[in-house]
């Protein structure tokens, strides 16, 4: 039972650099959901997907787009990184009733130099 | 003004002492209300839910929603040292399926 599977765990981009960041869930969860974590920032919602085929901006989506492939797996693509997106990337998922938890990644640890 | 607000801290309790975490939350929409705990360089785990008003305790743990004023809270009894880590609070607007969170409050617990 992998739960949310995030891929690279680690990666080093130039400036200017394009890549995108893997997230699947294998719990059958309609909501989808990528965050950005730098310190004494907390969690900050970049984009979420309530259900497949449909995404949202969230509090930070500038530099970002996504991608609802099917109801497993929600892509984070960072068309051209700047130094300002190094952060942790944590992808998360959840279902869309009140008392149900989001399930986080382990995180994707991004540097853009 | 974000969302979701919490102080940064850190809070530094004694073990063994009620440490207590704020957070107020801006949406009136917003339903369920979670605290997760997330150790330096890990994922955050969920610790409680709430969205009924009033109390949900779970060991020693205890959740408390006032709708009326926005405000949930977190209390932690016989703290632990093995309690130190980040406390984040989280929203829940269901018709949007959009979970917003606060920055985190860094407990500390002291020997």
């Known amino acids: 039972n992998a739960g949310v599977t995030q891929t690279p765990k680690f990666q080093v981009l130039k400036t200017g650099q394009s890549m995108t960041l893997q997230c699947a869930q294998d719990m059958n969860h309609n909501s989808m959901y990528w965050y950005r974590q730098d310190p004494g920032m907390g969690l900050r919602l970049i984009y979420y997907?309530?259900?497949?085929?449909?995404?949202d901006k969230g509090e930070v989506p500038n530099g970002y787009n996504v991608s609802r492939l099917n109801k497993r797996e929600f892509s984070l693509r960072l068309e051209s990184a700047a130094p300002s997106q190094t952060s942790v990337y944590f992808c998360?998922?959840?279902?869309?009733?009140?008392?149900?938890?989001?399930?986080f990644g382990q995180g994707t640890r991004l540097t853009v130099v | 003004q974000k969302e979701v607000e919490q102080n940064s801290g850190p809070l530094s309790v004694p073990e063994g002492a009620i440490a207590s975490l704020n957070c107020t939350y801006s949406d009136r929409g917003s339903q369920s209300f979670f605290w997760y705990r997330q150790y330096s360089g890990k994922s955050p785990e969920l610790i409680m839910f709430?969205?009924?008003?009033g109390d949900k305790e779970d060991g020693r743990f205890t959740a408390q929603l006032n709708k009326a004023s926005q405000y949930v809270s977190l209390l932690i009894r016989d703290s632990q040292p093995s309690d130190s880590a980040t406390y984040l609070c989280?929203?829940?607007?269901?018709?949007?399926?959009?979970?917003?969170f606060g920055t985190g409050t860094r407990l500390q617990v002291t020997l």
């Open positions: 709430i969205y009924s008003n």
């Open positions: 989280a929203a829940h607007t269901g018709t949007a399926s959009k979970l917003t």
């Open positions: 997907s309530a259900s497949e085929g449909t995404t």
């Open positions: 998360a998922s959840s279902e869309i009733v009140r008392s149900t938890e989001a399930f």
